[in-house]
């Protein structure tokens, strides 16, 4: 928490900051750009990059939080051999196994493969010394007669892809989906996540790590960030709400930054991180329901909004099966837009009533089609042709 502070008050006392869509941009033989490197061993630079030790235990990871649709992480390398290299993302606290997800690029065996680092199914523990082996699918890489590359891993409609370019002949190597992910109501676990921090290193042999970036499309007329609700737990991506927002004919553009499991350090890491580099003309923030909400938090919510310069929507939760969450009082509490959510799912459309059980799947937390379908309509009705203003 005193780190979140620090990087918060850090970022609200910056000046200006640049809209280029850059969330991160490193020249890794430059000892200025490693503050945000965590496991760096500083005896492994080199005038032309960061050489790592193989063996995943002495993987990086980079301090830059990278949860949203059509982003991409970027690893410019040379290689001296075969390399086996991993990248990928990794779980918000840096030790926890679940979520990560990993690409394997073998250099020997010319194959690329999506790896699970989730611990909840049995793919080995992304923390300890053992890369998980688990292979989802294995994809050939061709045109490698080149020692430089660039390996771009990140999302598309909540699937991971992978691209490896030839930076000697110009030529694509690699470029594969895992498509499953789109409509595969387990979406957020396994490796289809691509939460939370980029995290790479080498298996085996010798490689170097000359540049490594992140980048996200400049302009936007709205951004969501939130939890699985906003992802769309059990939903395919066509049900969700906020991308029925998004493909609605009030948004030219739209960004989705859901995150399951998320709560509002995840949100505030989300505007300081990304939101931040880009332009946009509203920030639509639904969190809750995780728990972690504090009037303190949700006042920085809009604080960094403003920053940022644009409308902020902070939504109710919708209803719970205990009752009314009494942590939409604080977030009504707040001067913003506010939707509410909670009315929407509510029995009559009263929250007194309780839950509208018909709205949500069985796990009574996450709406079904039809909850998604009453969210986007709340949402329409509050906020509309706001968007596009």
Known sequence: VKQLQSDLSSFINQEEYIRNGVVYNYALNNTDNYANLKYYNSENI???GYVPTAGWENRVVIDKYIVADNISTNYEISITNQP???VGSINYNFTSSKHATLVKIDFSTQKVSFLTGSSDSGGGNIDGTTIPEYSY???DITN??????????????????????????GQTCCDEILSIYETSSSYGGKAGAMYDFPVFGSISGTCCFKRVFCTVSPNYDVVFIGDSITEGSQLAIEDVWANKVINSDYVKSGLNCGRGGGNIDHALRCLMDIVSTISVKMVVVTIGTNGGNTQAKLERIKELTDKIGANLVLNCIPMISSGYPSTNDTILGIDAIHCRFDVATAVNNDVSSGQNTSLFFSDKTHPNINGGLALYNNFMANVGSAISI
Do not use: H, M, Q, W
Not at 149 to 166: D, Q
């Open 46 to 48: 080199t005038s032309n």
């Open 144 to 169: 490698i007669s080149g020692t430089e590359y660039r390996i771009e891993v990140g999302r598309k409609n909540r699937c991971p892809y992978i691209k490896v370019y030839n930076l000697k002949t």
């Open 84 to 86: 086996i290299i991993v």
């Open 137 to 139: 699918a294995d994809f």
